[in-house]
């Protein structure tokens, strides 16, 4: 199922090729004195309460030193872009919501973000789309999405990712999820569908706005080869359901951030300016205050 399309031809090259020509604008020695730095800002994660994430699953964590020595994938050469891949319609305020998730995409990652024409739901075919047996929900497979929807990314594409209004869920033995995203097959899915109703006012839309780029992000580092943090309250932590989800930052702590800064190639201070900015601009306080707060650290 051909879903993407391509904006290049595909070449074959290998993966040393891709990065051939890449020159590094910061060094590991660089970030790794940043971590040191914003590491006191942070708090650590405390023990996990009955029903939260590592209650339940058992997770090993990873350091900034573990994912430079793993086989980390790298928007670094011809691979450097995002595909967005809209499925389904949205709302006026959902499609506002998508757009400026997509502005703060951008900066985070610090790569093009390209939004692909949308996909209408019909596309989906039956056995990949359920009625919840509960809750009357209706809802796509998230591994359909993942590996026939988005089975062609154009040749520039670092990461593909799916966006729908409807909800998710992965199959046997799971009511939803908020998102999905496959490691080494650099294509992830996620959803507003759960993340309220945008429409209802200033503050249910920016309630849905956090959690949309929050989700965004975390799917989106998960396909730079980046696994669940275990050690801060960070955005990269896992979910078992929206009272924790709501917990976690959307900012990540130093350990996983430092990985982003370094895969994407983007010096801290000048990034964490840029995402302090939109912040602001749309009344992100509490993210706004630890970019600022990690500004003045990494100044001193």
């Not at 593909?160 to 209004?165: D, E, S």
């Not at 429409?199 to 780029?213: E, K, N, P, S, V």
């Not at 080869?225 to 959307?250: F, K, V």
């Not at 801290?268 to 003045?296: N, Q, T, V």
């Amino acid at each position: 199922m051909r879903r993407f399309q391509p904006i290049l031809i595909a070449t074959a090259l290998t993966s040393i090729a891709l990065a051939a020509d890449f020159e590094l604008k910061v060094s590991k020695e660089e970030l790794n004195e940043a971590r040191v730095k914003l590491l006191p800002l942070h708090q650590k994660l405390g023990k996990p309460k009955r029903g939260e994430w590592l209650a339940e699953h058992e997770e090993r964590g990873q350091t900034f030193d573990q994912y430079l020595k793993s086989d980390t994938i790298k928007p670094w050469g011809l691979r450097n872009t995002i595909y967005i891949q809209p499925i389904g319609e949205f709302s006026t305020e959902q499609q506002q919501v998508l757009d400026e998730t997509v502005s703060f995409m951008k900066i985070f990652f610090g790569r093009d973000v390209i939004v692909q024409p949308a996909l209408r739901l019909e596309l989906i075919p039956a056995k990949a789309r359920r009625i919840h047996p509960q809750w009357g929900d209706e809802q796509i497979l998230t591994s359909y999405v993942l590996y026939e929807v988005l089975n062609d990314l154009p040749a520039n594409a670092a990461v593909g990712l799916a966006f729908t209004a409807s909800d998710l869920w992965p199959g046997e033995g799971w009511n939803f999820v908020f998102g999905q995203a496959s490691l080494r097959s650099r294509v992830g899915v996620w959803s507003i569908y759960r993340n309220g109703d945008p429409a209802m006012g200033d503050a249910a839309y920016q309630l849905c706005l956090r959690r949309t780029i929050k989700t965004a992000i975390h799917e989106t580092a998960h396909m730079f080869t980046m696994l669940h943090c275990i050690a801060y309250e960070c955005g990269m932590c896992g979910s078992n359901h929206r009272t924790e989800s709501d917990q976690r930052p959307i900012y990540f702590c130093p350990e996983c951030d430092m990985k982003i800064c370094w895969a994407t190639q983007q010096k801290p201070l000048e990034r964490y300016e840029k995402l302090l900015k939109f912040c602001r601009d749309h009344g992100l306080k509490a993210e706004a205050e630890m970019y600022a707060r990690s500004i003045e650290t990494l100044k001193k």
